[in-house]
């Protein structure tokens, strides 16, 4: 009785387990389902700055502002364009001679046509216009020779070399070669550009007199343009006949003033270019010395620039001795230097006029030489600018009255001054009518 009574009871349970069992499923199963969570989203990583594309290669295109063949300031441009295209396996270089302003901008977009990426202008006159253009050539480079003017864009670049330091040794070399005591420059027309690279010489001239005890006299007389062969023939012929100048120089571009100093038996200095070793002109019986200007340093720092992928380059190059360029045969050149006759330095000073100049001079020129290399002394910081009274009218920069001291010495011009201001000549020079 006992037993069927826990039978019954454990039955009931059973049913009844089995019944809660059989509802749970049933609400499970009619239970919605449930919503995964979903996993949060990660955190974008900070965008990093793209570095800026560098270039596969570019062509260079220059616009002479006159022809090339006879000429210092294109031929030394050429020059470099050609010396810049050895190095670089990746560069090309093409040109336009004789550009004026009203066909500097057509000219250069044709060239930009033609697969050019640096524009370059080899004097302000003509190379200005070109910053018309720039804004229309975001990816080009475009460039001038600065004259004074001193504008610049984005992409619209300045240069210039500091030439004056090499024409401060000419001027040494100069004003110990004279047995007259008379010195000549043709000269082209009073401008920034060419005031500033005559005060160089001036300087190099009155440390020798200084130097060696002699009374000098530095005639200048202008020409009124670049390139006027008969104009400056005359005026050379002026100079060593009038004024009794056994010393010539020029601020101009042809060979007529050197072809007047052969003729007439006078010592020569150059310009812009190793006008015996590079032309051939003359020898170095007349050549005593010239100075070297290599463009290709200042073309280089564009090219590297553009070819780095720089939006931003420098607009304002004025690069000196202190600044060089290693050619494509393994030479090391400065920005400027002198040279004869494929030699440099001291080295450079003629055979047939190192007699006439006393080792003091020789010795000085070597030891500024080296410290303008170094960049431990500069003529245009060592000196006083003195006025002569003469110079260029600019508006807002009156020329300094005689005598004026405009920089004391040991004061370090700004290159901006220098490069659009220095309008005056120093005193001791005498400007010819």
Same mark, same amino acid.
């Given at each position: 009785?006992?037993?069927?009574?826990?039978?019954?009871?454990?039955? $009931?349970?059973?049913?009844?387990?089995?019944?809660?069992?059989?509802?749970? =499923?049933?609400?499970?199963?009619?239970?919605? /389902?449930?919503?995964?969570?979903?996993?949060?989203?990660?955190?974008?990583?900070?965008?990093? @700055?793209?570095?800026?594309?560098?270039?596969?290669?570019?062509?260079?295109?220059?616009?002479?502002?006159?022809?090339?063949?006879?000429?210092?300031?294109?031929?030394?441009?050429?020059?470099?364009?050609?010396?810049?295209?050895?190095?670089?396996?990746?560069?090309?270089?093409?040109?336009?001679?004789?550009?004026?302003?009203? #066909?500097?901008?057509?000219?250069?977009?044709?060239?930009?046509?033609?697969?050019?990426?640096?524009?370059?202008?080899?004097?302000?006159?003509?190379?200005?216009?070109?910053?018309?253009?720039?804004?229309?050539?975001?990816?080009?480079?475009?460039?001038?020779?600065?004259?004074?003017?001193?504008? &610049?864009?984005?992409?619209?670049?300045?240069?210039?070399?500091?030439?004056?330091? !090499?024409?401060?040794?000419?001027?040494?070399?100069?004003?110990?070669? $004279?047995?007259?005591?008379?010195?000549?420059?043709?000269?082209?027309?009073?401008?920034?550009?060419?005031?500033?690279?005559?005060?160089?010489?001036?300087?190099?001239?009155?440390?020798? /007199?200084? =130097?060696?005890?002699?009374? #000098?006299?530095?005639?200048?007389?202008? #020409?009124?343009?670049?390139?006027?062969? *008969?104009?400056?023939?005359?005026?050379?012929?002026?100079?060593?006949?009038?004024?009794? !100048?056994?010393?010539?120089?020029?601020?101009?571009?042809?060979?007529?003033?050197?072809?007047?100093?052969?003729?007439?038996?006078?010592?020569?200095?150059?310009?812009?270019?190793?006008?015996?070793?590079?032309?051939?002109?003359?020898?170095?019986?007349?050549?005593?010395?010239?100075?070297? $200007?290599?463009?290709?340093?200042?073309?280089?720092?564009?090219?590297?620039?553009?070819?780095?992928?720089?939006?931003?380059?420098?607009?304002?190059?004025?690069?000196?001795?202190?600044?060089? =360029?290693?050619?494509?045969?393994? $030479?090391?050149?400065?920005? #400027?230097?002198?040279?004869?006759?494929?030699?440099?330095?001291?080295?450079?000073?003629?055979?047939?006029?190192?007699?006439?100049?006393?080792?003091?001079?020789?010795?000085?020129?070597?030891?500024?030489?080296?410290? =303008?290399?170094?960049?431990?002394?500069?003529?245009? &910081?060592?000196?006083?600018?003195?006025?002569?009274?003469?110079?260029?009218?600019?508006?807002?920069?009156?020329?300094?009255? /005689?005598?004026?001291?405009?920089? *004391?010495?040991?004061?370090? @011009?700004?290159?901006?001054?220098?490069?659009?201001?220095?309008?005056?000549?120093?005193?001791?020079?005498?400007?010819?009518?």
């Amino acid at each position: 009785m006992i037993s069927k009574l826990f039978a019954k009871k454990r039955l $009931t349970i059973l049913k009844v387990i089995a019944i809660t069992v059989i509802l749970a =499923m049933v609400l499970i199963a009619c239970a919605p /389902a449930a919503t995964p969570t979903e996993a949060p989203e990660p955190e974008a990583p900070a965008e990093e @700055p793209q570095p800026e594309e560098a270039m596969e290669g570019a062509t260079l295109a220059i616009e002479h502002f006159s022809v090339i063949e006879g000429t210092t300031w294109s031929g030394a441009h050429d020059r470099a364009g050609k010396r810049i295209a050895e190095k670089f396996d990746n560069v090309d270089y093409v040109f336009r001679e004789d550009v004026g302003p009203d #066909v500097a901008v057509p000219f250069a977009e044709e060239l930009i046509s033609g697969g050019a990426d640096i524009v370059v202008g080899n004097a302000e006159f003509m190379g200005m216009p070109l910053i018309d253009i720039a804004d229309q050539y975001p990816e080009v480079y475009f460039g001038s020779i600065i004259a004074s003017d001193l504008s &610049t864009k984005r992409n619209f670049i300045r240069l210039f070399p500091r030439q004056y330091q !090499a024409l401060y040794l000419e001027g040494l070399i100069a004003g110990a070669l $004279t047995e007259t005591g008379n010195i000549g420059i043709v000269s082209a027309f009073p401008s920034v550009q060419v005031i500033r690279r005559q005060n160089g010489f001036i300087l190099g001239v009155q440390d020798a /007199a200084e =130097m060696l005890g002699k009374d #000098v006299n530095i005639y200048v007389k202008y #020409v009124g343009d670049w390139f006027l062969p *008969p104009e400056e023939r005359g005026i050379a012929e002026t100079l060593v006949s009038t004024y009794n !100048a056994d010393v010539l120089t020029q601020q101009t571009d042809s060979g007529s003033p050197l072809d007047v100093a052969t003729e007439q038996g006078v010592w020569f200095v150059g310009k812009d270019m190793d006008i015996v070793g590079e032309y051939g002109w003359s020898d170095t019986d007349t050549v005593a010395v010239s100075f070297d $200007t290599r463009w290709e340093v200042l073309y280089e720092h564009m090219l590297n620039e553009y070819l780095a992928g720089e939006e931003n380059p420098e607009t304002i190059l004025y690069l000196g001795m202190n600044d060089s =360029m290693v050619l494509a045969d393994g $030479t090391e050149v400065p920005t #400027v230097d002198i040279m004869n006759d494929g030699k440099v330095g001291v080295e450079a000073i003629s055979p047939a006029a190192l007699p006439s100049i006393p080792d003091e001079i020789v010795q000085l020129v070597e030891q500024r030489r080296e410290e =303008m290399i170094a960049g431990t002394w500069d003529p245009f &910081t060592e000196h006083a600018f003195i006025s002569n009274g003469t110079g260029l009218e600019l508006e807002g920069t009156p020329i300094p009255a /005689a005598g004026t001291e405009v920089k *004391p010495a040991g004061e370090i @011009p700004t290159d901006e001054w220098l490069l659009s201001l220095f309008n005056f000549d120093l005193a001791g020079v005498e400007i010819l009518e």
